[in-house]
């Protein structure tokens, strides 16, 4: 539905089609607050809602209410867009002994934001009964007020996660925050063991793209791109490096980048030094920085299947061949690209 005032809808009507109805489409729809739309709620409500998709609908602050949540079992796809007044998307309330049975979310396999220049979170309050097992595509563009993405309890439940694409995102500093609200043991790291796709564009104020703290395996991840973010230090804490087998293609623009591989302690580092990226065939690295770019300068990076490389702006290039570990064989007169 769209193009219409919420309260033109007849209560009554729709609650009696929302037990059946497994679609939502709202576009700029008026006076619509959330979801539900009325304040009614029969038994088995949207029990069979599988797709939501809302469009301009400028009113709306909470899409999905606490007391909802527990209904939606078969969720599965949620698309958002140019809603102006929207702060969060899921309030999670604070969870009853039936929730701890049952995760929230646990069927939904893709979520799309884009637009949203009020949204502060995406899940608001205690997320420990929250499980997104079956979220593989994470898309997310121009959310300027967003900080972090998700808690460390979240990140370790990702483990169908295939697709994750942030961009434009002004506020973001974290995409995995250090800690959890409610302070909980997080006894795993979090898994990211079916990342594929990892794209992140024009997040000013983004430190990291996984934090020291953690060291997710990203046995699957096969393109990396991370542009136009101002203030990232690092991309990987060192544990990371052993798991990136499969990676084929690393995009790295920014500007004070001081290393992709970081290392608090000295043990952190790989037994031999060598960070060993065995399919990696094109990689783009643009940093202003004087930092050794790989981590350490004891640290090299061992790249037997590179087949371009392409260096922009860096000021101590020699050190960065360096830690180049390339055997010659696969190299051509103009493999490399270096520009000032």
């Excluded at 949540?69 to 702060?87: F, M």
């Excluded at 009020?118 to 097992?133: E, F, N």
């Excluded at 300027?144 to 998700?150: C, N, P, Q, S």
């Amino acid at each position: 539905m769209g193009g219409i005032s919420a309260t033109s809808l007849k209560a009554k009507t729709f609650e009696q089609l929302f037990p059946t109805v497994s679609q939502i489409f709202f576009k700029r729809v008026v006076g619509l607050k959330n979801i539900i739309l009325f304040s009614g709620q029969r038994k088995g409500f949207l029990q069979r809602l599988e797709f939501v998709e809302v469009d301009g609908c400028e009113d709306i602050c909470t899409l999905f209410p606490a007391k909802l949540l527990q209904a939606l079992k078969n969720l599965r796809s949620v698309n958002i867009e140019s809603c102006g007044s929207l702060e969060e998307v899921f309030e999670l309330g604070e969870g009853s002994k039936e929730e701890k049975e049952l995760p929230l979310l646990s069927s939904l396999t893709t979520l799309k934001l884009s637009l949203l220049l009020k949204l502060k979170c995406i899940w608001k309050g205690p997320s420990r009964h929250v499980s997104l097992q079956s979220l593989v595509h994470l898309k997310l563009f121009l959310l300027a007020k967003l900080t972090f993405i998700f808690t460390p309890s979240l990140a370790q439940s990702l483990s169908q996660l295939e697709t994750l694409e942030v961009s434009s995102c002004d506020e973001l500093k974290h995409i995995i925050r250090e800690q959890d609200d409610e302070k909980a043991i997080i006894p795993e790291f979090p898994s990211f063991q079916k990342l594929k796709t990892l794209l992140v564009s024009d997040c000013e104020k983004l430190e990291y793209v996984f934090p020291g703290s953690l060291s997710p395996r990203l046995v699957n991840l096969k393109q990396m791109t991370i542009r136009y973010c101002g203030k990232l230090k690092y991309v990987f804490p060192v544990p990371v490096a052993p798991s990136l087998l499969n990676l084929e293609q690393m995009t790295i623009f920014a500007g004070n980048l001081k290393q992709i591989f970081y290392s608090g302690e000295e043990d952190a580092l790989p037994r031999d030094g060598i960070v060993k990226l065995p399919r990696l065939r094109e990689m783009d690295l643009s940093s202003k920085s004087n930092y050794s770019f790989f981590g350490q300068k004891n640290l090299a990076a061992q790249l037997p299947f590179l087949q371009n490389l392409s260096i922009h702006g860096h000021e101590e290039l020699g050190n960065l061949l360096a830690q180049l570990q390339v055997r010659p064989l696969y190299f051509s007169s103009n493999v490399f690209s270096f520009l000032s």
